[in-house]
């Protein structure tokens, strides 16, 4: 079995008192959050500003400290079963702008709701309550 393990995050937006986070449509056809692998020698945090700014042009964000949230599943490559483990991190944009790189076909910025009903997995869809859940409990825009 092999064994990976990405970093990656929630990124939000607050448009006034209302929250939009971000998606992105990956060339496998499921819709997610940016994320990527964790490279030799890096700390996580800089995993996930280095994922956020290639894979969305985003540079201007800030962690949101007290939450991390670990997710785990399992997928087949070129007959091999992958174990892959992935770390999410919140994290306001400052900036709404996206530049899109070539892993990914298109992205959306939407509210809670839609975004529950269009991330592809429920290990996603769970990162997304805890995420939502959090900010709501520190007063949603911190
Ligand atoms: P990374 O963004 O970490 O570099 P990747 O783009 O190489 O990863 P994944 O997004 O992990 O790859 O997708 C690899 C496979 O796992 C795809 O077939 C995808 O559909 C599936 N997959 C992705 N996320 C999940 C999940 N949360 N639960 C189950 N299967 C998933």
Redo the contacts with the bound molecule.
């Keep these: 079995m092999l064994h990976?393990k990405?970093a990656?995050a929630v990124v939000f937006y607050c448009e006034g008192n209302s929250i939009e986070y971000l998606l992105l449509l990956?060339?496998?056809?499921?819709w997610?959050f940016p994320?990527?692998?964790i490279e030799e020698g890096e700390e996580i945090v800089e995993t996930v500003r280095r994922?956020i700014f290639e894979e969305t042009g985003i540079k201007n964000i800030t962690f949101v400290p007290g939450f991390k949230h670990e997710?785990r599943?399992?997928?087949k490559?070129m007959g091999d079963i992958?174990n892959?483990k992935?770390i999410f991190y919140l994290v306001r944009s400052h900036e709404k702008n996206v530049t899109l790189s070539s892993?990914h076909k298109d992205y959306m910025w939407l509210d809670y709701e839609n975004a529950l009903k269009k991330l592809?997995?429920?290990?996603?869809k769970e990162t997304l309550t805890k995420a939502h859940n959090f900010l709501i409990s520190i007063g949603r825009c911190p």
């Design positions: 990976e990405s990656g990956y060339e496998a056809g499921h997610d994320k990527g692998n994922e997710i599943y399992f997928y490559k992958v892959k992935v892993e592809t997995y429920k290990t996603a």
